[in-house]
T-cell receptor
Framework: SAVISQKPSRDICQRGTSLTIQCQVD?????MFWYRQQPGQSLTLIATANQGSEATYESGFVIDKFPISRPNLTFSTLTVSNMSPEDSSIYLC???????????????FGAGSRLTVL | DQQVKQNSPSLSVQEGRISILNCDYT??????FLWYKKYPAEGPTFLIS?????DKNEDGRFTVFLNKSAKHLSLHIVPSQPGDSAVYFC?????????FGKGTTLSVSS
């Protein structure tokens, strides 16, 4: 499986500020996925990032709030803009596991970035 | 509306016994179901999957059962070990999307 590094692993942020999360993969991948896990909730897909094109956002998520960059096939960033306490979550980067033989759409996840907004 | 539901937030089991984690879903179009395990401060890791055309898949101590008529699946861990203590997420696949449940925290005591 791919190895995914995320930075920062955790941060405490002030209301109204923005924070950029970085995701580095050790191999080239076509699609990268950004998920959010709010406290006590499921993992929810924010957007899918393809290199060379605009990210595709899921219902309820907009580019102004969560701008995404995908400059190459191994790197992506997610910015959480104008943060409020409701943005306190774990943000996870993931990629498809090309080595999986299960037949399913298996994703490999980074360790996540835990953001606390005061 | 949640398409994938894990109605038990937590489960406690003694070492050596069976752990049964349950998951319900609403969408008949899901083609695969997956289980992920998550330790604190780590990302979820893939555990086992099952195709919607199967009713059982086994991998070592882990078995997943699928009941399509009931839209229900379960993960059996036998025998349970203390290292299995983690949060277990059920997920359903449709096209390129993975939809997750809220997770069940399994605690295995020695």
């Amino acid at each position: 499986s791919a190895v995914i590094s995320q930075k920062p692993s955790r941060d405490i942020c002030q209301r109204g500020t923005s924070l950029t999360i970085q995701c580095q993969v050790d191999s080239q991948v076509t699609m990268m996925f950004w998920y959010r896990q709010q406290p006590g909730q499921s993992l929810t897909l924010i957007a899918t990032a393809n290199q060379g094109s605009e990210a595709t956002y899921e219902s309820g998520f907009v580019i102004d709030k969560f701008p995404i960059s995908r400059p190459n096939l191994t790197f992506s960033t997610l910015t959480v803009s104008n943060m409020s306490p409701e943005d306190s979550s774990i943000y996870l980067c993931s990629v498809e596991d090309s080595y999986s033989n299960s037949g399913a759409n298996v994703l490999t996840f980074g360790a996540g970035s835990r953001l606390t907004v005061l | 509306d949640q398409q994938v539901k894990q109605n038990s937030p937590s489960l406690s089991v003694q070492e050596g016994r069976i752990s049964i984690l349950n998951c319900d879903y609403t969408n008949s179009m899901f083609d695969y179901f997956l289980w992920y395990k998550k330790y604190p401060a780590e990302g979820p890791t893939f555990l086992i999957s099952i195709s919607s055309i199967k009713d059982k898949n086994e991998d070592g101590r882990f078995t997943v059962f699928l009941n399509k008529s009931a839209k229900h699946l379960s993960l059996h861990i036998v025998p349970s070990q203390p290292g299995d203590s983690a949060v277990y997420f059920c997920a359903a696949s449709y096209a390129t999307a993975l939809i997750f449940g809220k997770g069940t925290t399994l605690s295995v005591s020695s």
